[in-house]
């Protein structure tokens, strides 16, 4: 009895099955169409549809975004199918074109038959693989059969078009994912052929491989070009008791020595690739043999780890006498008192290296030394100033600066004077034991005068003064009370134009006439020896020493007085060229005392006999 109702739920069971399955397979099978217009995703499915006429005429158009993409006529007389790949929304539209009813049928393709493709439209990488191809009418439908290819972007723009005809060669064609192909005009069917495209070339992850025993380093091998049909790679050792490799490419190392690995492409025979693989024991290796330190100053070491490809190459560093010196995870060694310190660097697995670091006492500075001894620096403007630690090999040459009036000059941590006010500032460099060394900087007064006329003690205080222009050109008269000071010159910014600067006394009373100049500046300047004086009034013991001299001039012409007491016993026209009433030079000795005027000369030069 039991047997009896398995039989009946087992023939049921096939009954139902039967009827899935032949529901199934009616899903897939062809569905006639009429006259008119379609959507791809209603009564069309999206994908590769084959369009086939039973009996008759048909012309089918395809449209993409409200663009022509196929026209097509399909007959039964001739070419009576056509394969095209639609996607969602697109628009076919039916037209009969015989007064008989043709017959059209379509149906879905899972994929293009490279061995008998029909005229198409196709998708490369949906329904044709990407590859390079070789095309070939092999079942025309009468004599000359023909086809016209076009190869078309992801856009419908088209890139390239070929015409392959019955009996001709194989053409090759290469085709990228995304693009489509469009086969028109073939009557018969046609074959691609994808091209056996042999390795030409292996490249290797690395150019050379330096490991040690029991060591596995995986190298990878690329064939080129990238679209050879067969990249496979047989991997060989040359010395297996070196070094071994897998078919993966994992070298693993044995011992000492070398062996090389060579790799062939299984595509073609001829093309291989040889790497040097050398196996040797992990050892780490100093830049330097020696150091020597200063106590407080610090020296870097650098390790090299071999071999270079070998795993765990960090370095570990030791010193024998912290006491003595330290270094940190990076090499940087620090001195820290007298003695002698071994450092040592470690390796995992691997031989240590080891070096002497000896570390001596500071030595001190016994003095030091400004580069001047004074400065005048104009109020606003900057002067650097240098100083010069004693001995050269002093192990802390580091300076302290110090202004010890701030409101005339400051000063920076490298020198820098920056004036500030009027007046008088000492300017200290002191060592890190206590070692100096001074510069005076002193800020003068200045004044700018305009046109016009001016009184010395009321608009300009009584002093020496150093007088310039910044405007182009003009002239300056001063007038003593005592006439032995009175100066008639024609000032200028360019020396082409008059002189650049003079230098005078300016006492209370005396009158200051300025002619066509708009900034005239007043610097009062102290009286420094000098051999080469300019325009203005000097002083013999003051200005310049005593002496015999001979004086000579770079300029074009000038005057040239030299009094003593009442007497004034040079007056000369002076020239650095001389002409008729004027002289090249003059030989004579001054004393303490006597007063030299100078008119219309920049460059006065005093050599001492």
Do not use: C
Request: proline share 2%.
């Amino acid at each position: 009895m039991k047997k009896n109702i398995w039989i009946k739920v087992l023939f049921l069971l096939v009954l139902l099955l039967s009827f899935f399955v032949g529901n199934s397979v009616q899903a897939e099978e062809a569905i006639s169409l009429s006259e008119g217009t379609y959507t791809v995703g209603n009564e069309i499915s999206a994908g590769l549809n084959k369009f086939k006429v039973v009996d008759g005429l048909v012309r089918i158009e395809v449209y993409r975004d409200q663009k022509g993409l196929i026209t097509e006529t399909v007959n039964s007389y001739k070419s009576d199918q056509i394969n095209l790949s639609l996607k969602l929304e697109d628009r076919v539209d039916v037209y009969f074109i015989e007064d008989t009813t043709p017959a059209l049928e379509v149906e879905m393709l899972a994929k293009a038959d490279l061995n008998a493709l029909t005229v198409g439209y196709y998708e490369i990488g949906s329904d044709i693989p990407a590859g390079t191809y070789l095309l070939d009418i092999d079942k025309p439908l009468y004599e000359d059969d023909d086809a016209y290819i076009f190869v078309l972007d992801s856009e419908g723009n088209q890139k390239q078009s070929i015409e392959v005809y019955e009996n001709s060669e194989p053409i090759e064609l290469k085709l990228v994912t995304n693009e489509y192909i469009y086969i028109s005009n073939l009557a018969g069917t046609m074959s691609f052929k994808e091209k056996n495209i042999v390795p030409a070339s292996i490249k290797f992850s690395k150019s050379g491989l330096s490991i040690t025993p029991d060591q596995t380093y995986r190298v990878t091998a690329t064939v080129f070009p990238s679209n050879a049909m067969e990249k496979t790679i047989v991997w060989k050792s040359s010395n297996t008791k070196v070094a071994t490799v897998d078919a993966s490419g994992n070298i693993k190392g044995i011992a000492k020595g070398t062996a090389k690995i060579t790799a062939t492409a299984t595509g073609n025979s001829e093309v291989t690739k040889t790497l040097n693989v050398n196996v040797s024991s992990k050892k780490v290796k100093l830049n330097k043999t020696s150091l020597s330190l200063r106590t407080g100053k610090a020296g870097t070491l650098s390790a090299t780890v071999s071999p270079v490809d070998s795993k765990d190459k960090m370095v570990a560093w030791k010193s024998s006498n912290t006491k003595i010196a330290t270094v940190d995870s990076k090499g940087k060694v620090t001195g820290k008192a007298k003695g002698t310190v071994t450092i040592t660097a470690s390796v995992k697995n691997g031989k240590s290296a080891t070096m002497k670091v000896t570390v001596t006492p500071p030595i001190a500075a016994k003095s030091a030394k400004m580069n001047k001894a004074s400065a005048t620096v104009k109020k606003g403007k900057t002067f650097t100033l240098s100083a010069t630690v004693s001995p050269s090999n002093t192990t802390n040459k580091t300076l302290k600066w110090k202004s010890s009036n701030t409101k005339v000059a400051k000063v920076d941590s490298k020198g820098k004077v920056t004036a500030v006010g009027v007046g008088t500032a000492k300017i200290t460099a002191t060592t890190t034991n206590g070692k100096t060394t001074t510069a005076t900087i002193t800020v003068p007064y200045s004044k700018t005068l305009s046109a016009g006329t001016w009184k010395g003690g009321h608009d300009l205080p009584a002093g020496r003064y150093k007088i310039t222009t910044t405007s182009d050109f003009g002239n300056i008269y001063i007038t003593s009370n005592s006439y032995d000071r009175d100066v008639i010159e024609t000032l200028a910014s360019d020396k082409e134009y008059g002189v650049t600067a003079i230098t005078t006394d300016i006492k209370a009373g005396d009158k200051i006439e300025i002619e066509q100049l708009n900034n005239v500046q007043f610097t009062k300047v102290p009286n420094v020896k000098s051999n080469v004086l300019h325009a203005g009034y000097w002083t013999v013991g003051k200005d310049i020493n005593a002496g015999k001299y001979k004086i000579t001039t770079t300029d074009y012409v000038g005057n040239l007085f030299i009094s003593r007491g009442e007497d004034m016993f040079v007056i000369k026209t002076l020239m650095n060229d001389p002409e008729e009433g004027a002289v090249g030079s003059v030989t004579t000795t001054l004393k303490n005392g006597d007063r030299i005027h100078i008119e219309s000369l920049n460059k006065v030069i005093f050599t001492k006999k």
